[in-house]
């Protein structure tokens, strides 16, 4: 059932799985956030938030939430609910980035033990610096050692970013 959320290479296949997902779930939250469907967006962060989870995994969807929304007052009112010290580093890490304060951002990177998240963290300090051909590398790189739902959206963020599809 989760097959294509986990270990799936097929782009087409995670996609339908997440689009059919129903409009009241995390991972439709999540499947909006990466297409930037901004009505859907709002109508599942609004049901993530009634549901009962983990406060610290609330703080995470807030926060995946403002950045959806380039809200950064709000990113940093919620960053510090985020208990899972690799997590909130990673995010505290992207609003450094968000706020082009890089040496803040390589020094909290260089403090995460994760080596996905510090070579996605990398990624957006390379195209910070206007390093895209490295930039490119890195994140095809990325995509290539990636499965399910990670693979998905470094992919969409490939398409995204460099406006064509990834080349395998």
Do not use: C
């Not at 009241?24 to 109508?43: A, G, P, W």
């Not at 990624?123 to 990670?150: C, D, M, P, V, W």
């Amino acid at each position: 059932m989760f097959y294509p959320f986990y270990f799936s290479k097929n782009l087409k296949r995670i996609e339908h799985f997440l689009s059919k997902q129903s409009k009241k779930s995390i991972l439709y939250f999540l499947y909006s956030v990466t297409n930037h469907l901004h009505d859907e967006i709002e109508q599942s962060y609004q049901y993530v938030m009634k549901k009962r989870i983990n406060p610290s995994k609330k703080a995470v969807y807030q926060v995946v939430y403002g950045f959806s929304n380039k809200d950064l007052s709000f990113i940093k009112e919620r960053i510090d609910f985020i208990k899972v010290p690799e997590w909130n580093s990673y995010y505290k890490t992207l609003l450094f980035i968000e706020e082009n304060e890089l040496e803040k951002a390589k020094a909290t990177k260089d403090s995460i033990r994760s080596k996905k998240f510090k070579n996605l963290l990398e990624f957006e300090l390379l195209l910070k610096e206007n390093k895209r051909e490295e930039a490119k590398t890195l994140l095809s790189q990325l995509i290539s050692n990636s499965r399910g739902y990670h693979y998905y959206i470094l992919t969409k963020r490939y398409e995204e970013t460099f406006n064509t599809k990834e080349k395998k």
